[in-house]
């Protein structure tokens, strides 16, 4: 899982960039899209954003937060609706979600991929702590009562 946030005063120019990434174990693609979403959300707020554009590479995820698309998959349900209602609750000013193709993604692409390669030499995701995990939460670095490690993150401005 990988974001990068953009802050800018009044949509104009970009003031600083933020970015963290994170090794979230054995997961689906779709899982860690949401994962960031949730993330991403979260991180803004603390950051002190009014409003909210989330762009993503997924469509999936960009067309089931919108209520375009119906979620069939069981464990991605509260996920759509914790990410929903975060949205909702945070950014009440405004808030979209577009996606945009992988190849403008880039620099998120990366971030995800060291978290990946990172995570995969520290794994604190044993199969018995999988087993433990209950579906469709997603354990992020904002909430402190997940009571996991996070594998890799990192946040800075540049």
Known sequence: MAIVIRLSKDGI????????????GIRTNNYAEYAAVITAVKFAKHLGADE??????????????KGNWRVLHAELKPLRSQAHKLLQQLFPDGWDIQWHRRNH???????????????????????????????????????????IESGTSSAGSR
């Open 13 to 24: 120019g970009v003031e600083a960039v933020h970015s963290l990434s994170r090794y979230l």
């Open 52 to 65: 909210l554009l989330v762009m993503t590479d997924s469509q999936l995820v960009c067309n089931q937060v």
């Open 105 to 147: 993604n880039v620099e998120a692409d990366a971030l995800c991929t060291l978290a990946i390669n990172h995570g995969r030499n520290r794994n604190p995701y044993t199969p018995q702590k999988l087993k433990d995990l209950r579906p469709g939460r997603v354990h992020d670095p904002f909430d402190s009562s997940s009571g």
